[in-house]
């Protein structure tokens, strides 16, 4: 790709206030992307409010209800890059169109998720692989399976976090809602709200902030409270406010790290992770980031930290400035991979260069 001043970027993704797509794309602009937005966002999606949006997503086959093939049509040819972020509404035939149309467009692709779950990608993602140039994926296993799958280049980076809204942020002291001993931030899974049962069957209260935790709810757990999902600011504070930060993983996902891997140190919090080999590369163990293995040590560690104060605020202080140190922020990583890509990044005077 031909260096230029502001290399022209067509960026398509959820663009919601708190979406990771979004911070992505601020990202880019800071390295020099002159962006054009093409927003996914749509509302929280119920059978009952979206019937037909909603099955059409449990069928695997969402609809693009904001036009986005459209759109990529008919403004990919006065752009140098398409980076397509979890473009699971975009049909192979649009790639394939803008591919004979734009031989001078590189179309990036990017994903947060586990594209080979079938509850993550829709019945035609894999069909549009070969039209990508490169694909960005936070999951190490992705990368031989994407590339069985047609993908030229996929390339494996690691979860970030967004300096202007993952940081240390003091919760305001008369609102209860910031402040827990023990909390969790995130949506149901099975497998989650049975770790948290036991934690608080073990007499550790624990505060939830995050969607669909209506069958635990139901169950009424002694211990557990529950709030709604928590954005920007208020999830920089709801950290911030909670002693140890638990950070769970998805299995249906495989995740061996998530966004809140990342996310959890930047904003200053205790984080006490699943321990696995991506998590132990990010944060060194007991220095860093506190890990555990099975709900007895989950148990034992969260009795151990909570009663340590200044283990805790030591932890806590080192993984934060680990987050600084190495830059695990998005443009940090993005300065990282995209030159191994032949796309240019801005140098530290503002110039861009490949």
Partial sequence: MASRAEPRLLYLGDLSSGATAAMRLKALERLGYRATRIDTSIPRLT?????????????????????????????????DVLWIDKGVTIRPETLRQVREACPHLRIIGYSPD?????????????????????????????????????????????NAFDPAVHRPVPAV??????????????????????????????????????????????????????HGAVIDDDYARTIRGTRINLAFLRKSNRDLQTTRSVEIPACGGFMLAER???????????????????????????????????????????GLARCRREDYSYEGEFRRILPRLGLPVAAAGGATRS
């Fill in 114 to 158: 586990d594209m080979m779950n079938r509850k993550m990608a829709s019945r035609s993602f894999p069909k549009t692989l070969p039209w990508y140039d490169a694909y960005l994926t936070t999951k190490s296993f992705n990368v031989a399976e994407l590339e069985a799958h047609g993908c030229p280049r996929a390339v494996f980076v690691q």
């Fill in 173 to 226: 002291f008369e609102d209860i809602r910031w402040f827990a001993d023990v909390g969790f931030i995130g949506t149901y899974e099975p497998d989650r709200a049975g770790l948290l049962a036991q934690v608080a069957a073990a007499g550790i209260p624990v505060a939830i902030h995050g969607n669909d935790w209506g069958p635990l709810r139901r169950k009424e757990v002694a211990g557990l409270t529950f």
């Fill in 47 to 79: 059978p009952w409010r979206q019937p037909i949006p909603y099955l059409a997503i449990k069928l695997r086959r969402p609809l693009d209800v904001r036009g986005a093939n459209e759109a990529i049509r008919s403004l990919a040819s006065s752009h």
């Fill in 276 to 318: 696995t080999v991506e998590h132990q590369a990010l944060f060194a163990e007991d220095i860093d980031a506190v890990y555990f293995e099975g709900i007895e040590e989950l148990i034992r560690k969260l009795r151990l930290y909570l009663a340590d104060e200044s283990a805790r605020r030591r932890i806590a202080d080192a």
